[in-house]
């Protein structure tokens, strides 16, 4: 198999027909590696089936990457709860990987990943955040904000391959899907809930810097009125 073109050219810059390896090189053509010539073939899809285990792949991908980032960002959360929310869904992702080798066992592919660029991608926003010197609870807006990005990927897509499980008959996956795609949502409502107090404390801590970077106000936020000299009594 070569990659130039189609291989219908029967005469080229060597001035005659093509005839054997060196010819076909010398016109320019070059031979796929077995490993190109592997990723051409895994990735084709014929069907509904093909596309549904490809997006399986992709999934166990992008659980192995969210594995290595949330111990990250569990450690750089100062609010209690927020910390304690990344090291809960740390053991649930743990759980999610192991139902997809399940999943893979069950129809009979092996267990390995596809890359997800768009969990790739996520997960980059995510660690750029980490590096930035934001004071404390915007810091952690900025982290919910991260994760939360990373559970709609995930929602969405545990959503479309349940789905896609049902409408093939594969029952014992779909509910394994389902259990996965329920924890993901919960996970989304957990951080909902904690972002309303951290939002709120982001927002009263940045007024008061304000007011107190601001000369000629009170506590209220209002501006101090001066006091006119007292006049002389005549």
Not at 133 to 158: N, W
Not at 168 to 183: C, P, V
Not at 184 to 200: F, M, R, S
Request: some cysteine; glycine content about 8%; aromatic content about 4%.
């Amino acid at each position: 198999m070569y990659s130039a073109g189609t291989l219908l050219v029967t005469e080229s810059r060597v001035g005659r027909p093509l005839n054997g390896y060196k010819d076909f090189v010398a016109a320019g053509f070059r031979p796929l590696s077995p490993m190109t010539r592997q990723r051409r073939t895994t990735l084709k899809i014929q069907n509904l089936r093909d596309l549904w285990i490809g997006e399986l792949k992709g999934l166990y991908h992008a659980e192995t990457q969210i594995l290595k980032a949330l111990p990250k960002m569990a450690k750089a959360a100062e609010d209690k709860e927020l910390r304690g929310a990344f090291k809960e869904h740390l053991e649930q992702t743990r759980g999610h990987v192991k139902r997809l080798a399940q999943i893979f066992k069950l129809i009979g592919v092996p267990a390995k990943g596809k890359q997800c660029k768009g969990m790739e991608g996520i997960i980059a926003e995510g660690k750029a955040m980490l590096e930035m010197d934001l004071p404390e609870p915007v810091g952690d807006a900025a982290l919910i904000a991260a994760a939360q990005r990373v559970e709609h990927y995930e929602i969405a897509a545990y959503g479309t391959v349940r789905t896609y499980a049902e409408v093939l008959g594969e029952a014992d996956a779909a509910k394994l899907l389902e259990a996965t795609l329920k924890e993901e949502k919960a996970t989304d409502e957990t951080l909902t809930g904690i972002a309303e107090q951290v939002n709120a404390d982001a927002v009263e801590r940045n007024g008061k810097a304000q007011i107190a970077a601001t000369p000629g106000q009170n506590s209220n936020g209002k501006v101090k009125k001066k006091r006119q000299p007292a006049r002389a009594a005549r």
